[in-house]
Nanobody, 115 residues
Framework: VQLVESGGGLVQPGGSLRLSCAAS????????MNWYRQSPGKEREWVAF????????NYADSVKGRFTISRDNAKNTVYLQMNSLKPEDTAVYYC?????????WGIGTLVTVSS
């Protein structure tokens, strides 16, 4: 299983970014996917969930209404559209899948929200 995140960077408060996570090594369209994030000095926290076909999504209260998770099963990719970014959104963002009883993570992509 391989998960490769991309799309992070430096953005001003109020700006937007779209993160991508390219997945391989498992039947992507059959598995739910998650995004997590970890800020400096804090525990990793769950951000968003999508069901295997994308019909169900769920979000942490801290990002609800600002972030949107989506997926393209033809491309084996899950996305996180982040709007109205705040300095407290600064973190390394990870995608995650549970496959055959094991939790898999990518290496993450850094998002910095600062003026």
């Amino acid at each position: 299983v391989q998960l490769v995140e991309s799309g992070g960077g430096l953005v001003q408060p109020g700006g937007s970014l779209r993160l991508s996570c390219a997945a391989s090594g498992f039947p992507f369209s059959s598995y739910a996917m998650n995004w997590y994030r970890q800020s400096p000095g804090k525990e990793r926290e769950w951000v968003a969930f999508t069901s295997s076909h994308g019909y169900r999504t769920n979000y942490a209260d801290s990002v609800k209404g600002r972030f949107t998770i989506s997926r393209d099963n033809a491309k084996n990719t899950v996305y996180l559209q982040m709007n109205s970014l705040k300095p407290e959104d600064t973190a390394v963002y990870y995608c995650n899948v549970g496959y055959n009883g094991i939790q898999y993570w990518g290496i993450g992509t850094l998002v910095t929200v600062s003026s």
